[in-house]
């Protein structure tokens, strides 16, 4: 079991994927981070691929972080959130920029949880920190288990918390989680992250 003060400027990186109900899980944790919070963020939400995201409109005025859309070659800066553009892989580079591509959906899903993790954990490594959030298909049950093998940190949602718990019932069918917590707890544990 790690302890949580062991994690406090470990995490450089953190790493969240949601389907179905994660707009609202997202909503309880990210106005929670501190506007002092340096970890960087860069989150997975499956949304409608033919509309626009609203995602920075939606999080911009609740949060102390800046939140965007994450551009094609963009560097990845500390205490910034980053939403993976509709119908868009967001991967991260060994030069810590972010990439976007239109390979082939993974699990039915561009953006895929799967390609965020999986990249971001040959990057970060044990300085990577992933979570799963609720939905209803398992992408990033693989993502999470290549951060848990690169050393990286694992956070599943409870289950019973999750507005949809497949995709974190899967996460935990594929790996043993560091922690698996309520979203209000997800928060707190993010917070102490520095």
């Not at 005025?61 to 551009?71: F, N, Q, S, T, V």
């Not at 239109?102 to 040959?122: C, I, N, Q």
């Not at 992933?130 to 940190?153: F, K, M, Q, S, Y």
């Amino acid at each position: 079991m790690i302890a949580v003060e062991s994690l406090k400027g470990r995490i450089e990186a953190i790493v969240i994927g949601a389907s179905a109900g994660g707009v609202e899980a997202l909503g309880l944790i990210l106005p929670r981070l501190p506007a002092k919070f340096r970890p960087s963020l860069l989150i997975v939400l499956h949304l409608p691929r033919e509309r626009p995201s609203l995602l920075v409109e939606i999080y911009e005025k609740r949060c102390a972080l800046p939140i965007r859309e994450a551009d094609d070659k963009e560097p990845i800066e500390p205490g910034t959130v980053y939403f993976a553009p509709p119908d868009y892989h967001m991967l991260v580079e060994r030069n810590r920029q972010i990439a976007l591509s239109t390979e082939e959906p993974v699990h039915f899903s561009r953006p895929s949880v799967d390609v965020l993790f999986e990249s971001a954990a040959d990057v970060f490594g044990s300085r990577l920190l992933g979570v799963i959030l609720t939905g209803a298909n398992e992408d990033g049950a693989a993502g999470l288990h290549a951060i848990h093998r690169a050393g990286g940190v694992t956070v599943v949602q409870q289950p019973d918390s999750a507005k949809v718990p497949l995709m974190v019932v899967s996460a935990l069918q594929r790996n043993p989680a560091d922690f698996v917590l309520s979203l209000p707890e997800i928060a707190e544990l993010l917070k102490g992250l520095g």
